[in-house]
């Protein structure tokens, strides 16, 4: 999950270059602060990458699976596709920023209209949930996620947010336990990291793909 406004490195410096040879400051500020986020478009796509490689190693796959448009979606489609793997886009019919990037698998391309069904095809197959910055889209699909898994209506899966000092001031959560509104103990339903390595490590620890191989069989057999 994550920003559709997100854009690669190269073009947010292409930005910055041409709002810096005009005279519109908030031009130039949006132009610093795109630069400053496309960080996290590398990272998503970096991530990805990362899934992918190490995908081709397991006997059961894991794939990366985004929203199918724009900016951070583009970004895991895209990292999977560089890395040789396939990769699913679950797009939405809306009004703008919305539609299939050029990097899905084709034949893994699905377009839902109602946001309820979408999220529900996210969730039932997923090993793990990554969050990178995003605005409304992106804060309902992780706080749906948290509040399933807080109150047991969904199997507990790793949830990753990327880029502790954006989601550290956009959500004050030791200020929610500090109030009561959560308990301490909910604050190990997520992981925050600030890169892609340290996404999918947190993934690989959660899900005991970091765990050396058995040199006595299979595991139902040692245990």
Known sequence: FGSARLVPRAIAEERLAGAQSGSDAQALARARMDLLMSRYYEEAREFASLVTHASKRLDEKIVVVTGGGPGVMEAGNRGASEAGGPSIGLNIVLPHEQEPN?????????????????????????????????????????FEVLTLTQTGKVRKRPIVLVGRDFWTKLVNFDWLVDTGMIAAEDLKLFHLVETAEEAWAALESALGLDAPETGTGEFADDV
């Open 102 to 142: 050029a990097y899905i698998t084709p034949r893994l391309c699905f377009q839902f209209h109602y946001f309820a069904l979408r999220k529900m095809h996210f969730l039932m197959r997923s090993a793990g949930l990554v969050c990178f910055p995003g605005g409304f889209g992106t804060l309902d699909e992780m």
